[in-house]
């Protein structure tokens, strides 16, 4: 029995996604359409993972905080999905042996709780672009490992934000040969710039700077409720 490319799609009833529906048309090809498909799609999703987590990186803690709080649902959800009654309780995808993965997830965020007790601000160590780009990696693959990887725009929606950010700021300033859509991007670096700061941008708000613990911990909340919603689309539909 041949395998086939199947994800696991947010807000729909029945959740469970082939890609190879995308194909049919292609007839007894669609099987070897979907899997082009799929590799379209998850090289895409590795790719703006990495960046938007490297873009992420510009604040004392940030990007670490945002990983492990995403490796932590991540972790949940390959537990869940490798259990036959709470993958059928969910109704999401039973994926055989998901659950393995946990041990290195769990490795994953132990290492960046730790890592996160010098690069908190005012961080003492820095993880580069290196560090920054493979833990993106991480979370994509490990998403798509568990068949969840059409969940990340949701689970990390502020990594695809930062990215956004940035080709909108690029796209609009070439358009209009110089005015900006914010004061600053990737987005985070907006919020410390003052209004009146004499920035030619769309968007002025906030008119003050936001300190940059001040930001890091509110881009934390907004993950922490990402990560929540996240598991919420499973039963949502």
């Known amino acids: ?26 007839g007894k090809h669609a099987e070897t359409g979907g899997w082009i498909v799929f590799l379209l799609i998850t090289m ?29 649902a ?38 960046l709780i730790g890592f996160l007790w010098y690069n908190a601000s005012p961080a003492q160590v820095f993880m580069g672009d290196t560090g920054s780009l493979t833990l993106g990696g991480v979370i994509a693959v490990f998403a798509i490992l568990i068949h969840k990887e059409l969940l990340l725009p949701v689970l990390v929606a502020l ?12 796209a609009y300033f070439k358009r209009t040969g110089g005015r900006r859509v914010f004061k600053m991007t990737p987005l985070h670096h907006h919020f410390q710039k003052d209004g009146n700061a004499g920035i030619d941008a769309l968007i002025q708000r906030p008119l003050r700077a ?14 922490i409720i990402l990560a929540a919603l996240t598991f919420v689309t499973l039963k949502i539909r």
Do not use: C, H
């Not at 309780?89 to 039973?94: E, K």
């Open 1 to 26: 029995m041949k395998k086939s490319p199947q994800t696991t799609i947010p807000f729909v009833k029945n959740n469970n996604f082939n890609y190879s529906w995308l194909t049919g048309w292609m």
């Open 74 to 111: 991540l972790a949940a959800m390959a537990y869940l999905g490798g259990n036959v009654i709470y993958s059928a309780y969910l109704n999401i995808m039973y994926v055989p042996g998901s659950e393995e993965l946990v041990v290195y997830m769990a490795a994953f965020i132990g290492a």
């Open 159 to 170: 990594f695809y934000i930062e990215d956004l950010s940035v080709i909108v700021q690029v």
């Open 44 to 72: 895409f999703i590795v790719t703006a993972t990495s960046n938007g987590a490297n873009l992420n990186d510009g604040l004392d803690g940030m990007t670490a905080g945002l990983s492990a709080i995403a490796g932590v």
């Open 210 to 223: 936001i300190p940059e613990s001040k930001i890091v911990t509110r881009f934390w909340i907004i993950g």
